[in-house]
């Protein structure tokens, strides 16, 4: 019988960590600026619960050029999804820093097309993980689990879906995909830096 699957969702991760890219080098860097700017107290109060999120400029700094040019690299490949124009061509950054019991409130993207975010420093699961939801109305799978035992693990019956955190992982999804970040239950903090992408 033919299926036709209407309004996916989708998730998309590569790793930056590739041999070419002098990972190590780049992501010390970036972890050196956003240690210093969190100790200047440049923060903001938006999705995190305890934690430190920094302005969402860091394009500024030119440890994070090499970063940018990724993102839009790789979220210029999934464009042709979205746009008609074919490409993205503005964006925001921000890093946040999530310290034994912070975690990010559930929230969306809603200024963006594509959001998504770079794991920086995450050894563990225990750090953090990032979990989505059923984009689909009321959730009707969390719902249905109260009357009948569904399938696991499949695309049409889970309602959470979980990452864990990798160093050097990059995840883009559509910036209305609802998520919120687990808390860190370690005393290692867990570092990443999230971005939104618009057609200008
Ligand atoms: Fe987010």
């Not at 920086?120 to 984009?135: C, M, P, S, T």
Request: hydrophobic share 40%; with cysteine; charged share 25%.
């Amino acid at each position: 019988m033919h299926e036709t699957r209407l309004f996916y969702t989708p998730v998309w991760r590569d790793d930056l960590d590739v041999p070419e890219s002098n990972w190590t080098l780049r992501r010390e860097l970036m972890l050196n600026r956003i240690t210093a700017l969190a100790a200047e107290g440049l923060g903001v109060q938006k999705t995190n619960f305890g934690g430190w999120q920094s302005p969402d400029d860091l394009y500024r700094y030119p440890e994070f050029q090499w970063l940018i040019g990724r993102v839009m690299a790789l979220g210029n490949e999934i464009a042709p999804a979205f746009s008609a124009k074919q490409r993205f061509d503005d964006g925001i950054l921000w890093a946040n820093v999530n310290r034994r019991g912070d975690f990010n409130a559930v929230h969306t993207h809603p200024d963006a097309v594509l959001s998504g975010v770079v794991y920086l420093k995450a050894e563990r699961r225990e750090q953090g993980v990032i979990q989505f939801f059923d984009a689909r109305e009321g959730s009707p799978t969390a719902q249905w689990r109260c009357y009948m035992d569904l399938k696991d693990g499949t695309p049409l019956t889970d309602f959470v879906h979980e990452v864990e955190p990798r160093e050097g992982c990059i995840l883009f999804f559509p910036g209305w995909l609802k998520h919120w970040v687990t808390p860190n239950t370690t005393d290692s903090e867990r570092v990443s830096v999230s971005f939104n992408i618009r057609l200008s």
